[in-house]
């Protein structure tokens, strides 16, 4: 069976079926161990009070009484000394009984029929409706020797109590099975929606709603399921964006490589025009090998091992070095830089570090205006180090300032057509900060500057 549900509900049937196998097993045990003695002593005692009754009673009419007997409820078997013997009550099933114990009850004693029957499974021993299932006992009529054997007619007495247990068990076995073929459906069903579910997510479908409100395991698993595929949802959108952007952000300089690339391969092209094609293809191909090594140090940064490098470095002297590589920069738009920088070791990863600070800085010179302004402060504090940037640039609005960290994404292109960038330079920031376990925050105005404020704690 390969379902969930057939599986369980042949399993609870088995478990049902044991189990009133077991019941039945015990409830026999305990018969021949413990009731069947009891039942042999109890029937012996009836036989007595029959004996004793006869032999005080000499008048007696012997058969009248023993029919009168076998009429409230006993199967009787009578013999006499001369082997003349007679059944009274309903028939035995078998009819068998050695000679001898005829013979020894006639001779006085007691026969133990029903303690002495063999042990056997499902209670048999109690209903089995054999001569050989009964209290023998000898008594004395006019002068006669008598044996007499004798068991209760459970067939007459038990018989309403037989059906209706019989009718129980019945019943309680339809209803249970029944019950279980119905509860399982229940329990097992959300578990079918699950399965159906993954099989969705499986073929790209992660539009998943479960409709499975309870408050159980399988509730829980059905909620944890649907925040997961949600999740799921959201990466595979991401996923899909990136690629799209990832692949128009080669496109373009490509093309525009191509383009200038067969402008060259004009015969009649005057150095000038050359020079300045050649210029264009350089500068693309610079801006594709940025946004490769950009790209690389993302991924780079998403796996585990990424921050594994980090040491004890001298932060005073990486960034007096980063400012004095772009000095160059900074003269050429006319910006001035002026710094606050204490000597400060801090541990952390440095390579990835340079790219925080660099990311920041060419930022805080393409997005400033002439003549600007940059501030570039360190705050060494006793727990933590705060590295603060603030220009006179073009400042963002509320709703760029917002989606500055995310991948590829530029501000108002209108503003910064004219400017080099990627859109990944800030999410590497905030990803390498966040590996550092620090915070990044941005104060900006609209046309007025931004400041940039990365605080690290001291590990
Ligand atoms: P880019 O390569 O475009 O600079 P970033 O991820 O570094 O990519 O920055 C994302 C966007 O955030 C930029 O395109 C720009 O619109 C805005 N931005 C970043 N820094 C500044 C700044 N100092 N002043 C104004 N806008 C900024």
Redo the contacts with the bound molecule.
């Keep these: 069976m390969k379902s969930i549900y057939s599986k369980f509900v042949l399993t609870t049937i088995a478990i049902i079926l044991a189990s009133t196998l077991i019941g039945f097993f015990v409830a026999n045990t305990y018969y021949h161990q413990v009731m069947k003695p009891l039942n042999d002593e109890k029937n012996l005692k009836v036989a007595q009070q029959i004996t004793s009754y006869i032999e005080a009673q000499q008048q007696l009419d012997l058969e009248k009484y023993l029919v009168n007997i076998a009429s409230i409820g006993y199967q009787l078997y009578l013999i006499d000394e001369t082997g003349r013997d007679r059944f009274f009550g309903a028939e035995f099933k078998n009819n068998q009984l050695l000679e001898k114990v005829k013979s020894d009850v006639l001779a006085g004693n007691y026969y133990h029929g029903m303690k002495e029957f063999p042990r056997e499974t499902f209670v048999t021993g109690f209903f089995a409706n054999e001569l050989r299932n009964t209290i023998g006992a000898p008594f004395k009529h006019e002068n006669k020797q008598y044996a007499i054997f004798l068991r209760p007619d459970i067939k007459l007495l038990f018989n309403e109590v037989h059906t209706l247990l019989g009718w129980m068990i019945v019943i309680m076995l339809i209803s249970s099975i029944s019950l279980v073929v119905i509860s399982s459906k229940f329990l097992v069903q959300p578990i079918a929606k699950l399965t159906s579910a993954t099989k969705k997510i499986q073929e790209g479908n992660f539009n998943i709603a479960l409709d499975i409100n309870r408050q159980d395991e399988i509730g829980r698993l059905a909620k944890n399921f649907e925040e997961m595929s949600s999740k799921l949802r959201q990466l595979d959108e991401m996923r899909t964006e990136f690629v799209s952007n990832v692949s128009h952000d080669f496109q373009s300089p490509l093309l525009n490589i191509q383009g200038y690339a067969h402008l060259l391969e004009q015969e009649h092209l005057s150095q000038q025009d050359k020079a300045a094609y050649i210029g264009i293809i350089l500068q693309e191909t610079t801006r594709l090998s940025l946004l490769t090594k950009q790209l690389l140090l993302l991924t780079s940064l998403e796996k585990e091992e990424s921050y594994s490098k980090a040491k004890i470095f001298d932060l005073m002297k990486q960034l007096k070095e980063l400012v004095h590589k772009y000095m160059w920069l900074l003269d050429e738009k006319k910006v001035t830089l002026t710094y606050t920088i204490p000597p400060v070791q801090f541990y952390g990863d440095p390579a990835l570090l340079y790219n925080v600070w660099e ?2 800085l ?3 010179i ?3 205006r002439e003549n600007g302004e940059i501030r570039l402060t360190v705050c060494d504090e006793e727990n933590q180090l705060q590295v603060i ?1 603030t ?1 006179t ?4 609005k509320e709703e ?1 300032k917002n989606r ?2 995310e991948r590829f ?4 292109l209108s ?2 057509r004219s ?11 905030y990803k390498v900060v966040s590996l550092h376990q620090g915070t990044i925050s941005v104060v ?1 105005e609209w046309q007025a ?2 400041t ?1 404020i990365v605080t690290l704690p001291k590990l």
């Design positions: 990311n920041l060419t930022n805080a393409k997005y400033n940037i220009d640039g073009i400042g963002m760029e500055i960290f994404y530029r501000a108002d503003r910064t400017i080099e960038g990627t859109g990944l330079g800030l999410s590497i920031v900006s500057g931004t940039f």
